[in-house]
Nanobody, 120 residues
Framework: VQLVESGGGLVQPGGSLRLSCAASGFAFSNYDMSWYRQAPGKERELVAR????????NVADSVKGRFTISRDNGKNTVYLQMNTLRPEDTAVYYC??????????????WGQGTQVTVSS
């Protein structure tokens, strides 16, 4: 099982980045996919989630209107489009996959993370 993030980097405030997470080794279309982030000295927090069926999404209030999550089940990839970036968006961004049976979390996987730095 692999989740490989890419697309991070250094960007100026107000800029944009698109993160990608390529999945392999599991039935991607059956999993809810999420992006989390962790800034230095802070807890990991949920940024955005897209469910396995129908593509329903939700995003954290702190990024609403700026970040969009999407997925391509044909490419086993989930994306995070980040616009109007702010210095407080600086963090390591992690891809997460979760498989639920009813309300039971049957399995979950994490990527290794990609650094996003917003600075002038």
């Amino acid at each position: 099982v692999q989740l490989v993030e890419s697309g991070g980097g250094l960007v100026q405030p107000g800029g944009s980045l698109r993160l990608s997470c390529a999945a392999s080794g599991f039935a991607f279309s059956n999993y809810d996919m999420s992006w989390y982030r962790q800034a230095p000295g802070k807890e990991r927090e949920l940024v955005a989630r897209i469910i396995r069926a129908g593509g329903s999404t939700n995003v954290a209030d702190s990024v609403k209107g700026r970040f969009t999550i999407s997925r391509d089940n044909g490419k086993n990839t989930v994306y995070l489009q980040m616009n109007t970036l702010r210095p407080e968006d600086t963090a390591v961004y992690y891809c997460n996959a979760q498989y639920y049976i009813g309300s039971y979390l049957a399995s979950a996987y994490w990527g290794q993370g990609t650094q996003v730095t917003v600075s002038s």
